[in-house]
């Protein structure tokens, strides 16, 4: 596996060269509530708990910023999308595999990620949900998400990444030359007068937290595909960390398609890939899903994986 590291940023590369372009993550540890974020992005999402409001607020506003700087400079992008999921916020980005379309996207976006100039968007996404903006609460947790991109940011590159040796360079070369360059294009503005106290809210319109599976890490976007495909259903499911929360409609259901036949019939085509590009395919998956954090997949490439592993992850999580 390709990586790179210069100071705070680190980057891996898993390349699936049957895939239609690439996929850039970018994402750093922090908390944030998940529904919010979806709400604000118009995405249905019910909203279980007030945890995270403000958090989610103003890492919305760091999404648009990027979405927009990435945008306005005429790039070719498929797709810009954001999610927090298992403690880190990430945006995915579909683009281009050259390594100097990568670099400059990476460039464009890390140049403005600076929690410190949210607070106009940060007050508008506030406002969305009829809560009044507060600017020490504010000041405090632009202070905190300042702290995690100074300690790390995380970057996968999955897809069709063209970060190949050359006669004049090789991979690793070129793929330290796009760290560092990330890095330089860093911009963090420190915050003044920070409050040692979190403020507390509550939010409105709070729903009960519905029923859920177990499934961490990135085999849980295959269960979830399997649920929906022997369901029959394009809603309902949804991957919130280490849970894959259902309708209690679908639920109840789960039971009936625990069967080992049918779940090796699932997923036999994944059989076929080669091994050596099995890893690099399921990235792939969780990139293009939105729905898995740089940090999972970080960990799922140090381990070792197999399909028959993914077969009795899926049984296990539905029994």
């Known amino acids: 596996m390709l990586k790179s590291t210069k100071s705070n940023i680190e980057i891996f590369v898993a390349s699936y060269p049957r895939s239609v372009g690439a996929i850039i993550q970018i994402g750093f540890k922090t908390d944030g509530n998940h529904a919010v974020l979806h709400q604000l992005n118009e995405l249905h999402c019910m909203l279980f708990s007030s945890d995270g409001f403000d958090e989610a607020c103003i890492l919305d506003a ?6 927009t700087k990435i ?8 797709f810009i999308t954001c999610n927090i999921h298992d403690g880190f916020f990430y945006i995915n980005i579909a683009c281009g595999g050259k390594p100097s379309v990568i670099n400059r996207i990476i460039s464009q976006a890390c140049s ?28 405090f947790i632009a202070d905190k998400l300042n702290n995690s991109i100074n300690s790390k940011i995380l970057i996968v590159l999955g897809g069709d990444v063209v970060i190949k040796d050359g006669a004049e360079m090789s991979a690793q070369q070129k ?20 409050t040692k106290t979190k403020p507390s809210r509550e939010l409105k319109n709070i729903i009960p937290f519905p029923k859920f599976v177990i499934a961490k890490g990135l085999y849980a976007i295959i269960l979830k595909k399997y649920i929906e495909s022997k369901l029959n259903i394009s809603a309902g499911v949804e991957i919130i960390d280490d849970k894959i929360i259902c309708a209690d409609k679908i639920y109840d259901k789960l039971q009936g398609i625990a069967d080992e036949n049918k779940i090796t019939s699932f997923i036999a085509p994944l059989s076929k890939i080669k091994s050596d590009l099995y890893m690099d395919y399921m990235v792939y998956q969780a990139l293009e899903s939105g729905a898995i954090c740089p940090h999972s997949i970080i960990t799922f490439l140090s381990e070792k994986q197999d399909v028959e592993k993914l077969g009795n992850f899926i049984l296990k999580s539905l029994k």
């Open 62 to 67: 760091l999404y648009n910023i990027v979405s």
């Open 71 to 78: 945008s306005h400079e005429n790039n070719r992008v498929g």
């Open 112 to 139: 403005v990620l600076c929690p410190a100039k949210m607070y106009p968007k940060y007050k508008n996404n506030c406002e969305y949900f009829g809560e009044k903006p507060n600017k020490e609460y504010f000041a």
């Open 175 to 194: 793929l330290d030359i796009i760290c560092k360059k990330a890095v330089d294009s860093l911009n963090i503005v420190d915050i003044k007068d920070v």
